[in-house]
């Protein structure tokens, strides 16, 4: 059983962007959630430049056969305790691009994966939705661990 | 031999409540500094208590020691950096009340100790064996070779004025600053070198902290945080810790150098309170200080400018800032000599 993200988490989230293979549509979504009309700084929310330096992962696009080891490592890299957030339908089961002969198929069958934001792309709200759905599911994850 | 005991440690217990003002102080520092530059970009912006969260969740996280790492260095750097930061501040004085090791060292010797943060950064760079790091460093070297030699002729210019007047006084110590605020004993001339020496002071200590436009050493998007790249969990929240801590440090010098006024002499005749109340009022006031010079030196600069390549850095410092001071330093040498 890994390590619990406490609550400090809740107040402050340093997150690391990585893309596997996706499009750019979600990685401008993704960037847009960080522009001063949502700011999402206001809930502690940073973009760093280091995965060493990262509480979640934030990864985009299908995983193709290039980017496999890497994210693995990247995943690997983060110190413990860390959430993965999968953004866009892509991540999720492929996408538009499921039949790929260039993809060894969604995030969650390279990395274990927290939370799982659809759409393509989603909006910045529904980026800090998931967000908060992360919070909410260590919430739960900590009250049955009591 | 019992004074000298009891010497001893009233300065360990004076070291304690130093880092027990300056670390939050520090944080709190850099939440006004987050939310303030959060509204001058128009958004909200994070509460003023983040900076105690993000320490908070980074010391419950796993720090992490790379394979290759020379790890006794890489464990020791966030610590010296830290311990040499604080150091600092006991040569300082904090507005009403004079240094803590006043007469053990001046301006020379906080000259020297400033490098030593910046050398403990470099140091964890290197040991850190990644090539980010390595690079991290490299830059930080230079970026702390370029500011050098301005800060060095900031200090040199206005020690002289001061010594030619007062030649009875030790003109290093920051005392000395204190008891001769440069703008009552400035001619004409002197007036308008002080002003320069104090832009180029501001620049110089954006540059010391190392913000955005003279960040080159942690370059984010470039190199990936430079020479933090490999740092996680405690050893990150103490380089955290520091960064704050230098922030007072550099802003408190330059509140020492160019205003060393007070609240009190001002208010005395009108007001009465005790003299403990004068002192609170005379801290506070030194506080907001603080506050200003930091918005000037840090969160208006940061926000105005995007980063410098590393060779505008060292353009900017050798070339515009070295020619303003030694400007300045005509200017008051004629100051001096009319």
Known sequence: ???????????????????????????????????????????????????????????????????????????????????????GSCGISGGVFHESYNLVGPVDKVIPVDVYVPGCPPRPEAIIDGVVKAWMKLERLRREKK | MLTGAFEVIWYIAASFLISLFAIPFGLLTKGIDRKLAAHMQWRVGPPVWQPFWDVKKLFQKETIVPEDAISWLYNAAPILCLASTVTILLY?????????????????????????????????????????????????????????????????????????????????????????????????????????????????????????????????????????????????????????????????????????YNLSPLLTPNISIPSWGWAIVDFLFFLLKLEIVIFFCMTFIRVSVARFRVDQVVKVYWGYLTLASLLALILIALDVML
């Open chain 2, 92 to 260: 300082i004085p904090l507005g009403p009340f004079p240094p803590i090791l006043e007469g053990h060292g001046d301006v020379i010797l906080i000259l020297y100790l400033l490098t030593i943060p910046s050398l403990a950064m470099v140091a964890g760079g290197f040991a850190s064996s990644s090539p980010f790091a390595s690079v991290g460093a490299q830059r930080e070297m230079v970026l702390m070779m370029s500011y050098e030699f301005p800060l060095a002729a900031t200090v040199i210019a206005l020690v002289w004025k001061i010594s030619s007047l007062y030649p009875q006084e030790a003109a290093f110590s920051l005392t000395a600053f204190a008891r001769h605020p440069i703008w009552n004993i400035m001619g004409p001339f002197g007036i308008v070198g002080a002003i320069v020496l104090l832009i180029v002071l501001l620049l110089v200590t954006t540059g010391e902290i190392t913000k955005v436009p003279f960040d080159i050493a942690e370059a984010e998007t470039e190199i990936a945080e430079g020479v933090f790249v490999e740092y996680s969990g405690r050893n990150l929240g103490l380089f955290y810790l520091a960064d704050a801590v230098k922030t007072v440090v550099m802003s408190a010098l330059i509140v020492a150098i160019f205003f060393p």
């Open chain 1, 1 to 87: 059983m890994p390590k619990l993200p406490t609550k400090s988490f809740d107040r402050s989230l340093w997150v690391f962007h990585v893309n596997t293979g996706s499009c750019n549509g979600c990685d401008i979504e993704i960037l847009a959630a960080l522009t001063p009309r949502y700011d999402v700084e206001r809930f502690g929310i940073k973009l760093v430049g280091s995965p060493r330096h990262a509480d979640a992962l934030l990864v985009t696009g299908p995983v193709t056969r290039d980017m496999e080891d890497k994210v693995k490592r990247f995943y690997e890299q983060m110190a413990d305790p860390k959430v993965v957030i999968v953004i």
